[in-house]
């Protein structure tokens, strides 16, 4: 018999210094990705987070011979982007150095932080969910890293070629500050791989019952609506560009509807 560990068991306090090591705990595993990304620092800064400025990157590359394939917009077809990088502070590159690691070490502990969380919260669950601890750790570490490599290799080097070549006069010349490119790929890449954990989130929220499938069924023309114009703000003006931002944006948002329904179903059989 499935049977939930009574929350009387540990007080408020307890919660508290449980969640006090589980940070702790995610902490050290961040800082731990941190000191290995450091080490592979020249390998990050060089081919990864300035891979999209060169115009040999291969998002250049798929969508130019894409383009000429299909006789489209050809503005990807490029040898350089028309900016250059620069620092413009004494201890820019250091603090960049640091930071960049220890986002670098997020994405790599992101796994031991999902089993951390699934840890705290899991006194409340029953047996049987339990058990699927190595499967949900599995399913919402490949979402993740498809999201942020789904941000790196689409939309980061989209956003940079479309804001590089974004001029309101002739005269005005990029010189980007280092800060604010690296800062786009990181945000762009994280936001991405977070953004792709929607199916995770919607099954807890629909297991409270504080997101139903009729609720995402109702507002789905919104959120096409909303990819349709994201999509359109970081491609160049043909169809099949659109398609490839829109299409694993809408199967991520129709995934979640699905995942909602199986849930309300199954809760509804627990109460019947």
Not at 1 to 15: I, Q
Not at 106 to 114: D, G, H, K, R
Not at 132 to 140: C, D, G, P, R, S
Request: aromatic share 16%.
């Amino acid at each position: 018999m499935a049977n939930k560990k009574s929350a009387k068991e540990m007080s408020f306090l307890d919660h508290l210094e449980e969640l006090r090591w589980v940070l702790v705990r995610s902490t050290v595993a961040i800082l731990i990705g941190g000191c290995v990304a450091y080490y592979f620092s020249d390998f990050i800064f060089d081919t990864v987070i300035f891979g999209p400025k060169d115009g040999n990157f291969i998002t250049y590359r798929f969508f130019c011979n894409l383009a000429t394939q299909y006789d489209l917009d050809k503005s990807f077809c490029i040898t350089e982007l028309p900016f250059e990088l620069q620092n413009r502070t004494m201890e820019g590159q250091f603090s960049m150095l640091i930071w960049t690691s220890i986002t670098c070490g997020f994405v790599i502990a992101f796994p031991y932080i999902l089993w951390q969380l699934w840890l705290f919260v899991s006194p409340a669950l029953y047996d049987k969910e339990k058990k699927n601890i190595k499967l949900f750790i599995f399913i919402a570490s490949i979402l993740f890293f498809l999201g942020v490599a789904f941000g790196y290799f689409v939309l980061t080097p989209l956003s940079i070629n479309f804001l590089a070549n974004l001029t309101v006069s002739h005269h005005v010349k990029n010189a980007i500050d280092m800060d604010s490119y690296i800062g786009l790929v990181k945000s762009t890449s994280l936001a991405t791989g977070l953004v792709f954990e929607l199916p995770i989130v919607i099954y807890f929220l629909s297991k409270l019952g504080i997101v139903t499938p009729k609720f995402l069924a109702d507002y789905r023309k919104y959120s096409y609506v909303i990819i349709l114009i994201i999509a359109a703000i970081v491609t160049p003006p043909d169809v099949i560009s659109q398609m490839i931002v829109t299409i694993p944006l809408v199967i991520l948002y129709e995934a979640s509807i699905f995942i909602s329904r199986f849930v309300t179903k199954k809760e509804a059989l627990k109460t019947t």
